[in-house]
């Protein structure tokens, strides 16, 4: 195994502890060994196939992922408002969407609402800095199960022995807490008198899958455990189901006979017509529900990158965008702007195409998503006549990731490009997840697990307390002389 320049380069941005845990790799060739992570490999969710090695960061690299994650949150959060004026039909024309459904998006979404909302940022450690591939603002957010995983990695044999060599401490705060502390506090404020808060999880389907006990009953020791610490006089249950489970009784929510206060659903927003007149007429709270089609929307990269130097925003809001939206146009005929010189879009996406990629602003998943360095000259040539006659695609500045040297094969490791997700709930920083895919294996430029990416966590770790775990121990002669 070799450390070549770049790859310690890398790994320094992250923490000294991720360049150290290269050469523990080095000296100890078992950590290679894919065989080796067995409990790792024991249990599944949602199809995650885990990466066998985690990240090291520093806590200077985690309050990045923090401010990135947070700011843009709060950036995207407020388009509607400050760049619309909540006008439903300039927002339909813009993004390409019937006026009536931007109006049920919009439908009861308060500031309250959208201060508690939940999302995850994708981004991407670049020789440009750290850039926000995409924004997504959904309850049914990918990614979770890695809150189950966290305590196995750090339990596996060989990360245990390189933490113990090195002292280290993790500082991770679990996400599931992290997020009902959140979902709690909201209920609390809201419901002030009430004597318990009882949480419906709502589930497309629920009830088919095997693993879902193991889920519930981790989530509901965590929400009992949050009551019981923070909340001792209060009463509540965590309940799961499909919506078919739920039934409106005189304009409140109920699962059985329990009163529902706090819908966290898993359908991307898509949420019943009824069920949203109870929202809206304050009788449950909800997470996160339509609004997070519009607000998940690719185009509003765009509309950040494009009013950067606006007054719309102040000069800390400006920073923000510059240092973390790459250069990011909706496709449509005109001018634009690429560092100081103009430019006819059509034009400049036709000249660059290494340099860019191009993807419609409502898709999932990776779909859609092309990479003018994988694809002809003709495909991309296409794809600009599409882009302009659906006028609802994007172009976006091409983020090439680091190098991250991650286990790979059965024995062996090699450079992987690297997606951190970053969680935050309401505008509290919540955790970050890695996508990870070989860049032998990336031949379209995407990083997801639709592409074979693996699913690995990060270990948030203190700098300034190195242990050298080769150095002989003193005796107390050696001490004293010393």
Request: hydrophobic share 40%.
């Amino acid at each position: 195994m070799e450390i070549t320049k770049d790859i310690r380069e890398a790994h320094e941005t992250l923490s000294d502890f991720s360049v150290k845990f290269l050469e523990f790799v080095e000296k100890n060739p078992e950590s290679l060994s894919r065989s080796n992570y067995e409990a790792l490999y024991e249990i599944h969710f949602d199809l995650v196939f885990p990466q066998p090695w985690p990240a090291f960061v520093s806590q200077l690299t985690r309050k990045k992922l923090e401010e990135a994650g947070r700011e843009v949150f709060k950036l995207i959060k407020c388009i509607p408002e400050c760049l619309f004026a909540n006008d439903v039909e300039k927002m339909s024309e813009y993004y390409q969407v019937p006026a009536d459904i931007v109006k049920f998006q919009l439908d009861g979404v308060t500031r309250e609402h959208l201060n508690n909302i939940l999302g995850r940022g994708d981004f991407i450690f670049s020789p440009s800095g750290l850039k926000c591939l995409e924004y997504n603002i959904s309850s049914a957010l990918g990614g979770w199960s890695i809150a189950f995983m966290e305590p196995l990695y750090s339990s596996e044999p060989i990360i245990s022995k390189f933490l113990r060599e090195y002292g280290l401490k993790i500082r991770n705060k679990s996400l599931m807490v992290v997020l009902f502390e959140h979902l709690l506090k909201a209920a609390v404020d809201k419901y002030p008198e009430a004597h318990e808060i009882n949480i419906a999880v709502v589930v497309p389907g629920y009830g088919k899958h095997s693993e879902e006990t193991l889920q519930k009953i981790h989530l509901d020791r965590i929400f009992k455990n949050i009551l019981q610490l923070k909340y001792n006089d209060l009463k509540g249950e965590i309940v799961f189901g499909d919506f078919i489970h739920l039934k409106i009784v005189d304009k409140f929510l109920f699962y059985n006979d329990k009163k529902i206060h706090l819908l966290l659903e898993m359908y991307n927003g898509d949420v019943p017509v009824e069920m949203m007149e109870i929202f809206k007429a304050g009788n449950v709270l909800l997470y996160n529900g339509p609004i997070s089609e519009l607000l998940s929307n690719k185009l509003n990269l765009a509309l950040l990158s494009e009013n950067e130097d606006s007054d719309v925003f102040n000069l800390e809001e400006r920073r923000i965008i510059k240092e973390y939206i790459p250069w990011t146009r909706k496709v449509v005929p005109g001018e634009v702007t690429f560092g100081t010189d103009t430019f006819i879009l059509e034009d400049f996406i036709l000249s660059n195409q290494d340099k860019l990629v191009m993807k419609p602003a409502d898709r999932f998943g990776g779909e859609g998503v092309y990479v003018g360095r994988y694809i002809s000259a003709l495909d991309w040539k296409g794809l600009i006549e599409v882009a302009l006659y659906q006028k609802n695609w994007l172009v976006q500045e091409y983020v090439e990731s680091f190098p991250f040297l991650h286990q790979a094969g059965l024995n062996g490791c090699s450079g992987h490009d690297v997606v951190w997700g970053v969680f935050i709930f309401g505008e509290q920083y919540a955790g970050t997840f890695l996508r990870v895919l070989p860049r032998g294996k990336n031949t379209k430029g995407i990083i997801n697990s639709h592409m074979g990416a693996e699913y690995s966590v990060i270990f948030e770790v203190e700098e300034g307390r190195t242990k050298n775990p080769e150095s002989p121990k003193k005796n107390k002669n050696e001490r004293r002389s010393s």
